[in-house]
């Protein structure tokens, strides 16, 4: 079952804040954020396990809420660096290799 | 530094005639997976190998297939490429750790055009 990202698309000027969420009809596990320049491959951000973690570093974030079965991602200050597209890769199981990849959200930032 | 590796970056190949994309990796690494991206999209898991044990995803086509002879490489073969198999392919790794995390890293991928 495919996580449900939203928005599908975010346009920043540099030193906005932005959230990504990411949401699924299933109970999960863990939740993985990836962020992807274009035509590269997808970079590891965080993961997040069963018991609501919250995790960061830098300006970037995230929260899970097992109960509502998603996942928030933000990131504070935007810088251009962070444009590229946001995936979050969901994991029912502790067994390995059944992560399934949202449809991305592309975040641009301007100048 | 320990990473994974895809060779070729950029792989041009006919209809019909059979391909093969590798992956190595140093992290040694116990399991390994195959995604197929299409522009836009989000990669879509082919199948993994956990050691050796093969597991397909129900939806990956018979025209696709892999090899893992050892720990460090892998190996996707397409028999007959279409069309619709042009796409980026990524190869990750992972390691279920003592913390039961299992992040995955990602080559650099390759690029497969059909013509």
């Known amino acids: 079952q495919q996580p449900v990202q939203s928005p599908q698309a975010v346009i920043l000027r540099e030193g906005e804040d932005a959230v990504i969420n990411c949401s699924s009809s299933?109970?999960?596990?863990?939740v993985h954020w990836y962020r992807q320049k274009h035509g590269e491959a997808p970079v590891f951000l965080m993961i997040l396990l069963k018991g609501g973690e919250q995790k960061g570093h830098d300006k970037i974030s995230a929260s899970f809420n097992e109960k509502k079965q998603q996942s928030s991602l933000y990131l504070t200050a935007s810088q251009l660096s962070y444009s590229g597209t946001y995936f979050c890769?969901?994991?029912?199981?502790?067994?390995?290799?059944?992560?399934?990849f949202g449809d991305g959200t592309t975040l641009t930032v301007k100048p | 530094d320990a990473m994974v590796i895809q060779n070729p970056r950029y792989q041009v190949t006919q209809f019909g005639k059979p391909v093969t994309l590798s992956c190595s990796q140093t992290l040694n690494h116990n399991v390994m997976y195959w995604y197929q991206q299409k522009s836009s999209q989000a990669p879509k898991l082919l199948f993994h190998?956990?050691?050796?044990?093969?597991?397909n995803e129900a939806d990956t086509p018979d025209n696709f297939q892999s090899r893992r002879p050892n720990t460090s490489f892998c190996f996707l073969d397409i028999r007959s490429p279409g069309l619709g198999d042009a796409a980026m392919y990524l190869c990750a790794t992972s390691i279920p750790a003592a913390g039961r995390e299992e992040t995955q890293y990602f080559g650099p991928g390759t690029r497969l055009l059909v013509l």
């Open positions: 190998y956990y050691d050796k044990d093969f597991n």
């Open positions: 890769g969901t994991e029912r199981t502790t067994n390995a290799g059944k992560s399934t």
């Open positions: 299933k109970a999960l596990y863990s």
